[in-house]
């Protein structure tokens, strides 16, 4: 990929380590001062299955992943810069994911998500919980009046990661489920932030990215049939090495992403 420079001017505010997309010079929530990102991207790619995908339903878009070097931990993984592509109906889709943040930590006791103001899932899960555990995820209302057709391929997700410290190890992965009924308004689905049936506030099998309170609405269609597939059959997972970390003065300034 060629490099790419996202230059943004940020106040200085602790130890935090993202500028998501929006942020702001009043938005304190993410790393300042003058600092350079340099991140690893990754992509995999999946096929929908042959279920066409009525409009007005939505399509529920979650990925999802693994800690490979718990021993480093507490540690935040960032997702950015993501997008979802695809062809269907001789149109090109780009679709724009919000950030993510998850955080694993041996101190976190319960499994949460939630969606901040500045367009970005922040996720906190215990060290060590089983399973896959959430980092972003896109609603997307199928277009009208066409809908989309069933068996679209190869559609690909594409995302720029980096961590809070060095030496952290992924695997990650996505999947997509269809919904009669679903909303934007994200904190409202109720999502479950893993795998895992040990934390609140979701002590069920429910697979990490499930919208807990849209469940009767899932139909088949993308990469799910359904039923109680309530996220999609996950596509392959792919591992993502050794992610950079970013540097930090203590300054005002600017802040420097290099997507790479």
């Known amino acids: 990929m060629t490099p790419r420079l996202l230059l943004l001017s940020l106040p200085l505010a602790g130890a935090l380590v993202a500028a998501p997309q929006g942020a702001s010079a009043d938005d304190p929530t993410f790393f300042v001062g003058t600092s350079i990102i340099e991140t690893s991207e990754a992509q995999t790619e999946c096929n929908f299955n042959g279920t066409a995908i009525p409009c007005p339903r939505y399509l529920w878009f979650i990925a999802v992943g693994k800690l490979s070097t718990p021993a480093i931990a507490p540690v935040t993984i960032f997702m950015l810069n993501q997008h979802i592509t695809f062809t269907a109906n001789s149109i090109n889709y780009d679709l724009l994911v919000p950030d993510g943040a998850t955080t694993f930590d041996a101190a976190t006791t319960t499994a949460t998500t939630t969606f901040t103001g500045a367009n970005t899932w922040s996720t906190a899960v215990p060290l060590g919980a089983s399973g896959n555990q959430f980092f972003a995820a896109l609603a997307f209302p ?82 799910g049939g359904g039923g109680s597939n309530y996220t999609g059959s996950l596509c392959s997972s792919h591992s993502v090495p050794d992610l950079p970390v970013p540097t930090q003065s203590s300054t005002w300034g600017e802040i420097k992403i290099i997507y790479r």
């Open 142 to 223: 199928v277009p009208c009046p066409d809908g989309l057709p069933g068996s679209i391929q190869p559609v690909s997700w594409s995302a720029d990661f980096f961590a809070s410290k060095p030496g952290a190890t992924i695997s990650w992965t996505w999947s997509a489920a269809a919904y009669t009924s679903f909303t934007t308004a994200y904190n409202s689905l109720g999502v479950k932030a893993s795998d895992s049936n040990q934390y609140l506030p979701y002590m069920n099998s429910d697979h990490a990215g499930t919208p807990e309170n849209y469940k009767t609405f899932v139909v088949g269609g993308a990469t």
